[in-house]
């Protein structure tokens, strides 16, 4: 493993708790709350894991969801992934979870939240990573369930810092969303979505016009179109791209043809995250470790990319602050090459 990139101090910004969950927790949960997953062993559910675009993952990844009823399910879930970045130096994570995926089932909204909020404040006390929790609407589902859902929100806006749009991207454009967004930001709520990982551009300028976002989501297919980089470069709205789930779901062929680095060099505010760490072969350390051998980044770039972290983040200006102190004397100890 390369100790630099694993003790880099860095913030994750895109995460789906429910693509953390790992085979072994899946089955555990499973077996605890009586039910019977369609797969034998963890090795068949891993070599399962093929997909050729989003949908045939995001099929896969709602099926698995299904294990999850209980509050301390949602709670090991998600203490289980806080374990596994605190050993990677990931100081601080903003995290989505997609409640309708869960209250379409019958789990409360309210057994969700107790389960994630737990662990997320035992984070910060045990493991000491600072948190942040992003509520998604489900895009393939009506604007009236992104709304209800919304609605359901409210009550807990003390805990859930801003809310994104995730889910089957192509067909569902931001502007869909438009009204259930207004509203969301009304009430206080921050935004962000997911937009230009299979759509194209336009999405990006709508989720940017009309939904107002502080963050895209991906946001790679921005480079086909000029203006829109040239935008995003000088506003420094921040990409939070995931480079493992680009490959694994087809969005590139290989890590070498990965754009992110032009558009690094471009002035763009990237940042790295890994999406779906239990799907897609890694969680934070991973996917760095993956482009810095892909794409021969240096250390200076990794530096710049995990900087970019605490920018984009929703920390504040004094905490920012505190991280890019800890960053810097971290580099110093390293050669820029
Ligand atoms: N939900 C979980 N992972 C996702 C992704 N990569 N794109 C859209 N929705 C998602
Ligand atoms: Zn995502």
């Known amino acids: 493993m390369n100790h630099f990139i694993n003790q880099l101090p860095k913030a994750e910004l895109h995460i789906h708790i429910e693509g953390s969950l790992e085979p072994e927790l899946m089955f555990k949960i499973a077996q605890r709350n009586g039910l019977t997953l369609p797969f034998a062993s963890i090795d068949e559910i891993k070599s399962a894991y093929q997909f050729e675009n989003l949908q ?43 409640p309708q995926t869960h209250t379409d089932r019958g789990v409360e909204f309210a057994t ?11 984070g ?16 393939h589902l009506s604007a009236e369930s992104a709304m209800k859902t919304l609605e359901n929100a409210i009550a807990y806006k003390d805990k859930i810092i801003a809310v994104g749009l995730d889910s089957s991207e192509l067909g569902h454009p931001p502007s869909k969303f438009q009204a259930v967004f207004e509203r969301a930001r009304n009430q206080g709520f921050l935004t962000v979505a997911h937009a230009g990982e299979e759509g194209p551009a336009s999405y990006i300028w709508e989720a940017i016009n009309l939904l107002k976002v502080s963050r895209i989501d991906h946001g790679v297919r921005c480079i086909e179109d000029e203006t829109l980089v040239e935008f995003l470069a000088q506003s420094r709205i921040p990409l ?21 680095k032009k558009l690094l060099d471009r002035g763009l505010c990237i940042t790295i995250n890994s999406d779906d760490p239990a799907y897609f072969g890694g969680y934070l350390t991973e996917n760095f470790q993956a482009i810095q051998e892909g794409l021969g980044l240096t250390n200076l770039e990794l530096y710049q990319l995990a900087k970019n972290s605490f920018e984009a983040s929703f920390l504040s200006p004094i905490e920012k602050e505190k991280f890019y102190q800890e960053l810097d004397s971290f580099m110093a100890q390293y050669p820029s090459q």
């Not at 969700?112 to 035992?122: E, F, H, M, R, S």
């Not at 939070?240 to 992110?260: A, D, G, I, R």
């Open 240 to 260: 939070t791209v995931c480079p493992l789930s680009n490959v694994k779901l087809c969005v590139f062929k290989t890590m070498q043809e990965h754009t992110l």
């Open 124 to 139: 910060k006390s045990q493991l000491g990573i600072s948190s942040h929790l992003i509520l998604c609407f489900l895009r």
């Open 56 to 98: 045939s993952f995001l099929d896969i990844y709602y099926a698995s969801a299904d294990v999850l009823r209980t509050a301390e399910d949602f709670y090991d879930l998600t203490w289980g992934y806080l374990e596994k970045i605190a050993t990677q130096n990931v100081r601080h994570t903003e995290i989505f979870f997609d």
């Open 112 to 122: 969700v939240i107790k389960g994630i909020d737990q662990a997320l404040q035992d």
